[in-house]
């Protein structure tokens, strides 16, 4: 069993930094890429940041791209998004979820509160 443990949401002005942490239980977390969703109130979920199982290849949403940065730690089975210069548009729920065998993303966290106030 797969569990996903998300941290690290928070207010924070336009402008701020934060870095959120998702921590993986269970094997084999370094054979599997991860992917950082978000979800605003009212909106539908959408996708923000993966990368893959080494850590050799990242994608990101165009709305983040140039301030995100999706990393992972093996070795700490822990993914993190590090966000910069925040918006207040950026507020949502962010969830992290694994990419399984057959690349959809098959196990989820709970999620965190991101609040950026203008």
């Known amino acids: 069993q797969v569990q996903l443990v998300e941290s690290g949401g928070g207010l924070v002005q336009t402008g701020g930094s934060l870095r959120l942490s998702c921590a993986a239980s269970?094997?084999?977390?370094?054979?599997?890429?991860m992917g950082w969703f978000r979800q605003a109130p009212g909106k539908e979920r959408e996708f923000v940041a993966t990368i893959s199982a080494n850590g050799g290849v990242t994608v990101y949403a165009d709305s983040v791209k140039g301030r995100f940065t999706i990393s992972r730690d093996n070795a700490k089975n822990t993914a993190y998004l590090q966000m910069t210069s925040l918006k207040p548009e950026d507020t949502a729920v962010y969830y992290c979820?694994?990419?399984?065998?057959?690349?959809?993303?098959?196990?989820w966290g709970q999620g965190t509160q991101v609040t950026v106030s203008s």
């Open positions: 269970g094997r084999f977390f370094r054979s599997y890429g």
């Open positions: 979820a694994r990419r399984g065998p057959t690349m959809s993303y098959d196990y």
